[in-house]
């Protein structure tokens, strides 16, 4: 909000100061062309701040989501370790659920190039 502020009080200033229907003590008369100039040099600052800012922001998302993929790899792997343990269990004590198909599709390791292709193949393409 500052920021706002003090452009406001800054353009008043430069107004005030170069609207003299005299045109005496101008240093930039009616037309604003100084002014003109350097808001469009602020602005492109501006705008290159915001881009590199945005390219930062979006590197440091990235890094977020690569190291989420991780984490959820390494608990899928531990998941499907534990459905192992407690299928076995399940046969040692002779119990019915352990030879349920969807248990034993679930105890079987996640191949992570075939999710990544089906990914590709089924995620709309940028253009």
Not at 7 to 26: D, E
Not at 93 to 112: F, S, V, W, Y
């Amino acid at each position: 909000m500052w920021f706002i502020v003090f452009h406001i009080v800054w353009f008043v200033i430069w107004l005030v100061w170069n609207i003299n229907p005299h045109g005496k003590h101008t240093f930039d008369p009616f037309p604003f062309a100084l002014m003109t100039m350097i808001v469009s040099l602020e602005s492109i600052f501006l705008s290159l701040f915001i881009l590199m800012s945005q390219n930062r922001t979006g590197l440091q998302a990235d890094q977020r989501n690569h190291l989420e993929l991780q984490i959820n790899l390494l608990s899928e792997d531990e998941n499907t370790k534990m459905l192992q343990m407690l299928r076995a269990l399940c046969e040692y004590h002779k119990l019915a659920i352990a030879n349920d198909p969807e248990i034993h599709a679930m105890t079987k390791r996640t191949e992570i190039n075939h999710v990544l292709s089906e990914l590709q193949e089924n995620l709309p393409t940028a253009e």
